[in-house]
């Protein structure tokens, strides 16, 4: 199933962040599409909730080097 979300992601800086944080969720299995904004600190995933989830996305974010704001 083809699920959308959208995470606050803080520390990208310019288009070299997110061209780093696009390049790594499209590499997971699963993943339909990402996009990265460092003026908004956001990023929208799509992804097949059958072959990945959010964990699995935010991980890949934290391991490339940006934080991933959790909602309280």
Same mark, same amino acid.
């Given at each position: 199933?083809?699920?959308?979300?959208?995470?606050?992601?803080?520390?990208?800086?310019?288009?070299?962040? #997110?061209?780093?944080?696009?390049?790594?969720?499209?590499?997971?299995?699963?993943?339909?599409?990402?996009?990265?904004?460092?003026?908004?600190? #956001?990023?929208?995933? #799509?992804?097949?909730?059958?072959?990945?989830?959010?964990?699995?996305?935010?991980?890949?974010?934290?391991?490339?080097?940006?934080?991933?704001?959790?909602?309280?």
């Amino acid at each position: 199933m083809i699920e959308s979300a959208s995470l606050k992601v803080t520390g990208m800086k310019c288009g070299g962040c #997110e061209n780093n944080v696009t390049t790594k969720l499209k590499s997971i299995n699963g993943v339909q599409s990402a996009s990265a904004s460092s003026k908004n600190q #956001e990023v929208v995933v #799509e992804f097949d909730s059958d072959l990945t989830d959010l964990d699995t996305i935010s991980q890949a974010i934290v391991n490339t080097g940006y934080t991933v704001v959790e909602d309280n």
